[in-house]
């Protein structure tokens, strides 16, 4: 008949790591972000070092005019401009995130 709702937990939305450069001030930092906002979404983070906002993804068309036709993130712009992206999984992405972990927090 009438059975009690059950919480099933939260939620858990796959995340993306990334680390880069920022072109003004050159401070080198990583970001994360759901995998949905950079694949359906708009990503925008905002530099450690000057405070200056980095649009990562707009998959909505939101910022047409920073973007040229077709390109939706970081990677469509990098690859217009002759530059790979690299995009790491599993053990590869593990030890570049100790890395960058272990340069950061000396």
């Given at each position: 008949a009438n059975a009690e709702p059950v919480s099933?937990?939260?939620?858990?939305?796959p995340k993306i790591?990334?680390?880069?450069?920022?072109c003004r001030c050159e401070t080198r930092q990583m970001r994360s972000?759901?995998?949905l906002a950079y694949e359906k979404g708009v990503v925008i983070v905002q530099c450690?070092?000057?405070?200056?906002?980095?649009?990562i993804a707009d998959n909505l068309g939101w910022y047409y005019d920073w973007l040229e036709d077709g390109d939706q993130n970081?990677?469509?712009?990098?690859?217009r401009k002759g530059v790979t992206v690299?995009?790491?999984q599993g053990d590869e992405a593990l030890a570049l995130w100790e890395e960058w972990n272990e340069?950061?927090?000396?």
């Open positions: 099933l937990g939260p939620v858990i939305q790591s990334m680390i880069f450069t920022c972000f759901t995998r450690k070092g000057c405070g200056v906002r980095h649009l970081v990677q469509d712009i990098m690859a690299p995009r790491l340069d950061n927090t000396k």
